[in-house]
């Protein structure tokens, strides 16, 4: 018998795959959507580009309260919460700031759900002189909209203002010199903490920037103490600061932590979200464009006509008030460093893609969102932050773009700026920028 001829394919080449977030063009391969500020843009890619796409999301814990208490019950490194609390006790809560996550997640906001169950705990056990601290750092301060929305009615009204309120990183009499670092990195820290018997952080960590020392090292200290690492050689200095092995921030920030541990009682609650970012009428813009329904293609079409038909603020104030469908994956508590481990190792389980390879030219969609606008303008300063900043550090071990790339980046870039929220990006946007671009100078 004569052997049967291999079948030839003709035609379109079959689609190739790296796995299943990272995907190959080919010629029968769909448009690719991309985010362009509050635009969403429809692009045919040149065959052979890969296209990364998130991980699926890690399901949800379907008990988060008992996740929670459950943490709290079994630390990492220390005694349970509930052992370390006594009558007559000065508490401070300390908790992220709306810089995380983004964008703000339905309610309950995780932040929420955990501090009414400390404020139980603390409550059973006598402890009354308890105060809650937005650990915003330098960033702007929260509105009263915000802060409510983040910890909820409840607990809203029975401590703003007078206990519940923002750091304020810009007076003096409210920070406390704890020393300097062997490095002459000085450590100031936000007085009511420094001066409670225990401090309680409460975390969400979006990137492996986030948790860990920064949380207190950063989120409670001034200028002085944020200088020495949020600076351009520091930057020049770190392979990429999401890859905390190999970011220099990250190693001043762990020395100076180490100091901010010395001198005070920290129990950490670190906690990990899922990327479920879209649901319901927007999921279709969480698949890989190949496997879309007719009516995933309806509905796109749909969204980016209505878009193009609405003016710049509103299309903002449209999606500032969607909010991501994130859901706790994970959630640990005590000593600083083993509880941020912990969360770390879940953090890469669900955002972590592996890309075989650099790429001669990285194209990036930038979003209407940044840690730095939330409902507000992505204003051009921020478009660079978060191009050059976020977008090509999101990796660990060597950046998609190699040496020498070119990174291409999708956004209107309006010359626009919030004159409350970043006044003074306006003046270093308008007056300095045009004088020089060296960063060492700008400092």
């Not at 950490?268 to 813009?285: D, K, Q, V, Y």
Request: hydrophobic fraction near 40%; include cysteine; aromatic fraction near 8%.
């Amino acid at each position: 018998m004569r052997e049967r001829a291999p079948k030839v394919f003709r035609g379109p080449t079959p689609r190739r795959k790296e796995d299943d977030q990272v995907v190959y063009i080919d010629t029968n391969s769909a448009p690719r959507i991309m985010f362009s500020g509050e635009d969403l843009l429809l692009e045919d890619l040149p065959v052979g580009t890969r296209v990364i796409y998130p991980k699926p999301p890690i399901e949800g814990l379907s008990n988060p309260g008992a996740a929670i208490r459950y943490a709290l019950n079994h630390p990492l490194g220390t005694e349970p919460l509930y052992a370390q609390l006594m009558p007559g006790m000065r508490v401070t809560i300390a908790v992220d700031d709306i810089s995380l996550p983004l964008p703000p997640m339905v309610r309950p906001d995780v932040r929420e759900t955990i501090i009414e169950i400390l404020l139980e705990l603390l409550d059973a056990n006598g402890v009354d002189d308890v105060h809650i601290i937005v650990a915003n750092s330098l960033h702007r301060k929260m509105t009263a909209a915000e802060m409510k929305r983040m910890v909820g009615t409840k607990v809203f009204n029975a401590f703003y203002p007078d206990r519940y309120y923002c750091h304020d990183a810009e007076d003096p009499d409210g920070m406390v010199h704890l020393g300097v670092t062997a490095a002459n990195e000085p450590v100031n820290i936000n007085r009511r903490a420094v001066e409670s018997d225990l401090v309680i952080y409460v975390n969400i960590n979006l990137v492996p920037m986030d948790g860990g020392h920064k949380s207190v090292t950063v989120g409670l200290c001034d200028y002085a103490s944020l200088r020495p690492h949020h600076e351009p050689q520091t930057i020049r200095d770190s392979n990429s600061y999401m890859d905390p092995k190999s970011s220099m921030l990250n190693t001043k920030v762990e020395r100076m932590g180490a100091l901010v541990d010395e001198h005070m009682n920290v129990f950490h609650i670190e906690t990990a979200l899922n990327n479920r970012m879209f649901a319901g009428p927007t999921a279709f813009l969480g698949k890989n464009e190949d496997e879309f329904t007719e009516f995933d293609r309806m509905k796109f079409e749909a969204m980016r006509w209505s878009l193009s038909k609405l003016p710049p603020a509103a299309k903002r104030k449209l999606f500032h008030s969607i909010p991501a469908q994130y859901q706790l994956i994970a959630c640990h508590a005590g000593k600083t460093e083993p509880v941020h481990e912990k969360i770390l190792e879940r953090c890469f389980e669900q955002f972590f893609v592996n890309v075989r390879g650099q790429a001669d030219i990285l194209l990036c969609g930038i979003p209407f969102i940044s840690p730095y606008n939330v409902n507000s303008i992505l204003n051009p300063i921020l478009v660079q932050v978060m191009a050059l900043g976020y977008f090509h550090n999101m990796y660990r071990g060597n950046p998609v773009l190699k040496k020498g790339g070119v990174m291409i980046i999708t956004h209107p870039c309006y010359d626009e700026f919030d004159h409350n929220h970043h006044p003074s990006y306006i003046e270093f946007f308008n007056r300095l920028l045009p004088e020089t671009r060296d960063a060492m100078k700008l400092r």
